[in-house]
């Protein structure tokens, strides 16, 4: 996890980021604890919010994105293009006047980071592990496609459901899960997933996204409701201190299911390839 973390500071920091007067962190939100019995209304509310996310296929947009860690925080922009399941290209800005200094793009099966500063090209497998080199993030390439898209894929049915906690107005489902458990978070009177959580199969929290400032887009005939601001927070104790990173994503503009979407990345010339795949420990390191 060392790698991954100094993975993660390469293409969010190194490229001198611009200040953060402006810096946003994560909103903290407490999640219910009165344990309720699974009724028709509850078990027909997780239906509901497991359908929601279905209708959401693309998105083309720009973000503000803000990272915090142990011992820094910046602040950074990115124009997001994305397919769910397919392709996604992120390509990260910097400074006042925007200037791009890595396009990444990553498909179901590889991945691609151009370092435009340094000149090189890393090249790998689009598996959790080459995402913990790139982005800290080992959830998965689903995951971190759902999460910058602003949606949860909840495909467990309802007999996965293990506990449900009611409180302050929200509902929180507890479901199994391969390797651990999730814990969604939702508002019955709006019907939005608000919060995720994740927990690994020794009751350690792993990842927690928290979805706000929702606003409804028209989709397939329905109404969708999608969050402007994603917050997650990524735990690893054994990583720096107390091993807690931050990262808030913000949409200025966004468009949803766009019908000219075309990702495209144009691999580089006369760079230096790193191939993901064979390196245990990054050569910036």
Same mark, same amino acid.
């Given at each position: 996890?060392?790698?991954?973390?100094?993975?993660?500071?390469?293409?969010?920091?190194?490229?001198?980021?611009?200040?953060?007067?402006?810096?946003?962190?994560?909103?903290?939100?407490?999640?219910?604890?009165?344990?309720? &019995?699974?009724?028709?209304? @509850?078990?027909?509310? %997780?239906?509901?919010? $497991?359908?929601?996310?279905?209708? *959401?296929? =693309?998105? #083309?947009?720009?973000?503000?994105?803000?990272?915090?860690?142990?011992?820094?925080?910046?602040?950074?922009?990115?124009?997001?293009?994305?397919?769910?399941?397919?392709?996604?290209?992120?390509?990260?800005?910097?400074?006042?006047?925007?200037?791009?200094?890595?396009?990444?793009?990553?498909?179901?099966?590889?991945?691609?980071?151009?370092?435009?500063?340094?000149?090189?090209?890393?090249?790998?497998?689009?598996?959790?592990?080459?995402? &913990?080199?790139?982005?800290? @993030?080992?959830?998965? %390439?689903?995951?971190? $496609?759902?999460?910058?898209?602003? *949606?949860? =894929?909840? #495909?467990?049915?309802?007999?996965?459901?293990?506990?449900?906690?009611?409180?302050?107005?929200?509902?929180?489902?507890?479901?199994?899960?391969?390797?651990?458990?999730?814990?969604?978070?939702?508002?019955?009177?709006?019907?939005?997933?608000?919060?995720?959580?994740?927990?690994?199969?020794?009751?350690?929290?792993?990842?927690?996204?928290?979805?706000?400032?929702?606003?409804?887009?028209?989709?397939?005939?329905?109404?969708?409701?999608?969050?402007?601001?994603?917050?997650?927070?990524?735990?690893?104790?054994?990583?720096?201190?107390?091993?807690?990173?931050?990262?808030?994503?913000?949409?200025?503009?966004?468009?949803?299911?766009?019908?000219?979407?075309?990702?495209?990345?144009?691999?580089?010339?006369?760079?230096?390839?790193?191939?993901?795949?064979?390196?245990?420990?990054?050569?910036?390191?």
């Amino acid at each position: 996890m060392k790698q991954a973390f100094r993975g993660f500071l390469y293409v969010f920091f190194v490229f001198f980021a611009a200040g953060c007067a402006d810096f946003r962190t994560v909103t903290i939100e407490e999640w219910p604890t009165e344990s309720v &019995e699974l009724s028709e209304d @509850l078990a027909e509310l %997780y239906r509901d919010v $497991s359908e929601a996310s279905k209708v *959401v296929a =693309a998105i #083309d947009g720009y973000a503000d994105i803000w990272i915090r860690t142990p011992k820094r925080g910046e602040h950074l922009y990115g124009t997001v293009q994305l397919e769910r399941s397919k392709d996604t290209r992120i390509i990260v800005s910097a400074g006042v006047v925007g200037w791009p200094v890595a396009d990444m793009l990553f498909r179901p099966d590889s991945l691609f980071v151009h370092d435009m500063l340094n000149n090189r090209l890393l090249v790998g497998r689009n598996h959790p592990d080459n995402l &913990e080199k790139i982005l800290g @993030l080992g959830a998965g %390439y689903e995951f971190l $496609s759902d999460v910058l898209a602003g *949606v949860v =894929a909840v #495909d467990e049915p309802v007999q996965s459901i293990e506990r449900v906690y009611k409180g302050a107005g929200k509902v929180s489902f507890v479901v199994v899960v391969e390797g651990g458990k999730k814990e969604l978070l939702v508002n019955p009177l709006t019907r939005n997933i608000e919060g995720l959580l994740f927990i690994d199969s020794r009751g350690r929290k792993q990842v927690e996204v928290h979805f706000r400032q929702f606003s409804p887009y028209a989709l397939e005939g329905k109404t969708v409701n999608l969050p402007g601001e994603i917050d997650v927070m990524m735990f690893n104790p054994g990583v720096d201190g107390n091993g807690k990173r931050e990262l808030v994503i913000a949409y200025d503009e966004r468009v949803i299911n766009p019908a000219d979407l075309d990702i495209q990345f144009k691999m580089p010339e006369n760079v230096k390839i790193i191939d993901l795949d064979r390196v245990v420990q990054l050569p910036w390191m």
